[in-house]
């Protein structure tokens, strides 16, 4: 059975970091690509970046180019996030998600964790 | 990173079929077959119900099915239930990325 499980969440200042961590069981894990993506309080999806199978390939949307840092530890299953510089429109429940296909470049998500909540507030 | 456009919400009564709309552009909906549609419940993690298009996963139901003319894809929900009241999001590939649309709460009257 697929789990994943993100932890790492919570109330953070503007400008302040966190790192998020999602613990992947039941697949292959270096075999697929992996994404966060987020969820602002009452708002839609919105994506936020992924990785390939290896590491070797990161992807991010523009508001996260340049502060996130997605990465990935094969050995360990886990998949990461490292947030700085967060701001206000930052807080938002963040899942992560297993790609469907194995390939190098996101597309669709099979499976989901159940979120884990960033505050970034005063 | 234009989110992909679909309607804020849609209604049917049980045993109805509704269809919900979600338009982006030839950058992504149309220039790609990664479009997939998902299901969320309130205070639950969405689920995949379309992926490529118009394919179904493995476990949902045949009363979901997909589609796409250019720019559009679509999502038909056929003999609407009760539990199928839920937001509904597109996506699509693109650039290296993933778009979702802002998303479509569907009623069931």
């Known amino acids: 059975e697929v789990q994943l499980l993100e932890s790492g969440g919570g109330l953070v200042q503007p400008g302040g970091s966190l790192r998020l961590s999602c613990a992947a069981s039941?697949?292959?894990?270096?075999?697929?690509?992996m994404t966060w993506v987020r969820q602002a309080p009452g708002k839609g999806l919105e994506w936020v970046s992924a990785?390939?199978?290896?590491?070797?390939?990161?992807f991010y949307t523009d508001s996260a180019k340049g502060r996130f840092t997605i990465s990935r530890d094969n050995s360990k299953n886990t998949l990461y996030v490292q947030m700085n510089s967060l701001r206000a429109e930052d807080t938002a429940v963040y899942y992560c998600a297993k790609d469907r296909r194995r390939a190098a470049l996101p597309g669709d998500f099979d499976f989901w964790g159940q979120g884990t909540l960033v505050t970034v507030s005063s | 990173q234009s989110a992909l456009t679909q309607p804020a919400s849609v209604s049917g009564s049980p045993g109805q079929s509704i269809t919900i709309s979600c338009t982006g552009t030839?950058?992504?909906?149309?220039?790609?077959?990664?479009v997939a549609w998902y299901q969320q419940h309130p205070g639950k993690a969405p689920k995949l119900m379309i992926y490529d298009v118009s394919n179904r996963p493995s476990g949902v139901s045949n009363r979901f099915s997909g589609s796409k003319s250019g720019n559009t894809a679509s999502l038909t929900i056929s003999g609407l239930q009760a539990d199928d009241e839920a937001d509904y999001y597109c996506s699509s590939y693109t650039s290296s990325n993933v778009v979702f649309g802002g998303g479509t709460k569907v009623a069931v009257l």
């Open positions: 990785i390939s199978g290896s590491g070797s390939t990161t």
């Open positions: 030839s950058s992504d909906v149309g220039g790609y077959k990664s």
């Open positions: 039941g697949f292959s894990f270096s075999s697929f690509a």
